[in-house]
T-cell receptor
Framework: AQSVTQLDSHVSVSEGTPVLLRCNYS??????LFWYVQHPNKGLQLLLK??????LVKGINGFEAEFKKSETSFHLTKPSAHMSDAAEYFC?????????????FGSGTRLQVQP | DTGVSQDPRHKITKRGQNVTFRCDPI?????LYWYRQTLGQGPEFLTY????????KSRLLSDRFSAERPKGSFSTLEIQRTEQGDSAMYLC???????????FGPGTRLLVL
């Protein structure tokens, strides 16, 4: 079985300062990991995904995440926050490549960006 | 727009009524998923289709819930005898056979009064 823990339910940063959203995962296999973003009244948008190629993954809008197997972490970072980054962010773990197909979502981190 | 679409976007109904939601996946995607998202939580898996076959159902999918994908294209999710606890955002996603990435629609927000 797999699970995801997002360590902060709410993060507040000032515009122009770095963003760090933390995610730990638990999996009995080598998972694929994703970060999705959800803006108010909009659908979930894929930010980036890790699929065992490179441990540092670059995504859209300047976000990146680093897969650390020893720490079972997949934290999302951005060097400089923009007002438009304010949204809900979900860390997601994939099922094994055979069998179940359901994604497992964390409970989300709400990012607030102050002017 | 070639993304996943869902209809309606919002639905308000009275307890005990039946509701039906539609999802149109990305055209070349043969996998289709339904998730439910309640306030302050991440989406939770409900069910999954590969073409027209429903291959997986969550325990969340009670007897009052039924989903179909009759021709392997669009899908419908019906909730019978709605309850206030059914109030949530219902999300549809689709993917290719060979890809893990699921692409989500905007969701249908259901409010049961």
């Amino acid at each position: 079985a797999q699970s995801v823990t997002q360590l902060d339910s709410h993060v507040s940063v000032s515009e122009g300062t770095p963003v760090l959203l933390r995610c730990n995962y638990s999996s009995s296999y080598s998972p694929s990991l994703f970060w999705y973003v959800q803006h108010p009244n909009k659908g979930l948008q894929l930010l980036l995904k890790y699929t065992s190629a490179a441990t540092l993954v670059k995504g859209i809008n300047g976000f990146e995440a680093e897969f650390k197997k020893s720490e079972t972490s997949f934290h999302l970072t951005k060097p400089s926050a923009h007002m438009s980054d304010a949204a809900e962010y979900f860390c997601v773990v994939s099922p094994p490549r055979t069998g179940r197909r359901a994604l497992t979502f964390g409970s989300g981190t709400r990012l607030q960006v102050q002017p | 727009d070639t993304g996943v679409s869902q209809d309606p976007r919002h639905k308000i109904t009275k307890r005990g009524q039946n509701v039906t939601f539609r999802c149109d996946p990305i055209s070349e995607h043969n996998r289709l998923y339904w998730y439910r998202q309640t306030l302050g939580q991440g989406p939770e898996f409900l069910t999954y289709f590969q073409n027209e076959a429903q291959l997986e159902k969550s325990r969340l999918l009670s007897d009052r819930f039924s989903a179909e994908r009759p021709k392997g294209s669009f899908s419908t999710l019906e909730i019978q005898r709605t309850e206030q606890g059914d109030s949530a955002m219902y999300l549809c996603a689709s993917s290719r056979d060979t890809q893990e990435t699921q692409y989500f629609g905007p969701g249908t927000r259901l409010l049961v009064l």
